[in-house]
T-cell receptor, first 115, second 114 residues
C-alpha cells in the first residue's frame, strides 16, 4: 500500500497470479477514486475509477474495491501479465463542489511481474 | 490522433533562467492540466484549465504561470528557475465534466535546474 517516504512500496508476483495493490486515501469528503498505471518513461494511463457511493467496480481483468469506513482502496488485477509491470497510483478528487477533475495522487506502488 | 504532445522532452536550465514547456492536444478536450512528479512521488497539480481563456491554480502553483488562448494549447511558463523545480512535468487533458477523471497524459518533460 501507499506510505510516506521516498521508497515506493513494491509488489512482486509471478505471471498468471492475481495481484492486489492497496491504497489508503486521506480525505473522507472525496467522492471519486481513480487508479492510474505508469510504465517506465511514460505518462500515467487511466485504468478505472469508482464513485464513493459504490464499493466495487469491475473492468477488464481489473476490479477496484472501496472501503469508506477505513478509507481504503484496492486494485485487483487478475491473471497478471508481464505487461502489467508498472507503477500504480491511486488518486482522489479534490473534495467540495465542482472539482473539474482536480486530483490528489498517492505515492504509488511498483508492480513487478516475473515470467 | 497524436493525443497529448509535450516539448521539449528534456531540458537543463541554469538558476534564474526562464522557459516555456509546451503542451498540445488534438482530442478537442476542454479540460487541461499541468502536473509535476518528483522522484519516487505521485503527481502534484500545478495549474488547470477548463476552457480557452480560463485557468486556475492547483496544489503547487508558485513559480509557474499558464495561459490558454486556444482549446488545443496549454503552455506552462517557469520564471526564474530554481533547483526545487527540478522534476518531470506532465500535461494532461480530459473531455469535460462527466469524464474529467479519465485524463490523457503526455510523455512528460524532464527538467533539471542547476
Amino acid at each position: 500500500g501507499e506510505s510516506v517516504g521516498l521508497h515506493l512500496p513494491t509488489l512482486s508476483v509471478q505471471e498468471g497470479d492475481n495481484s492486489i495493490i492497496n491504497c489508503a486515501y486521506s480525505n473522507s469528503a472525496s467522492d471519486y477514486f481513480i487508479w492510474y498505471k505508469q510504465e517506465s518513461g511514460k505518462g500515467p494511463q487511466f485504468i478505472i475509477d469508482i464513485r464513493s457511493n459504490m464499493d466495487k467496480r469491475q473492468g477488464q481483468r481489473v476490479t477496484v474495491l472501496l472501503n469508506k469506513t477505513v478509507k481504503h482502496l484496492s486494485l485487483q488485477i487478475a491473471a497478471t501479465q508481464p505487461g502489467d509491470s508498472a507503477v500504480y497510483f491511486c488518486a482522489e478528487n479534490f473534495p467540495g463542489g465542482t472539482s473539474y477533475g482536480k486530483l490528489t495522487f498517492g505515492q504509488g506502488t511498483i508492480l513487478t511481474v516475473h515470467p | 490522433n497524436a493525443g497529448v504532445t509535450q516539448t521539449p522532452k528534456f531540458r537543463i536550465l541554469k538558476i534564474g533562467q526562464s522557459m516555456t514547456l509546451q503542451c498540445a492536444q488534438d482530442m478537442n478536450h476542454n479540460y487541461m492540466y499541468w502536473y509535476r512528479q518528483d522522484p519516487g512521488m505521485g503527481l502534484k497539480l500545478i495549474y488547470y484549465s477548463v476552457g480557452a481563456g480560463i485557468t486556475d491554480k492547483g496544489e503547487v502553483p508558485n513559480g509557474y504561470n499558464v495561459s490558454r488562448s486556444t482549446t488545443e494549447d496549454f503552455p506552462l511558463r517557469l520564471e526564474l528557475a530554481a533547483p526545487s523545480q527540478t522534476s518531470v512535468y506532465f500535461c494532461a487533458s480530459s473531455e469535460g465534466p462527466k469524464s474529467s477523471y479519465e485524463q490523457y497524459f503526455g510523455p512528460g518533460t524532464r527538467l533539471t535546474v542547476t
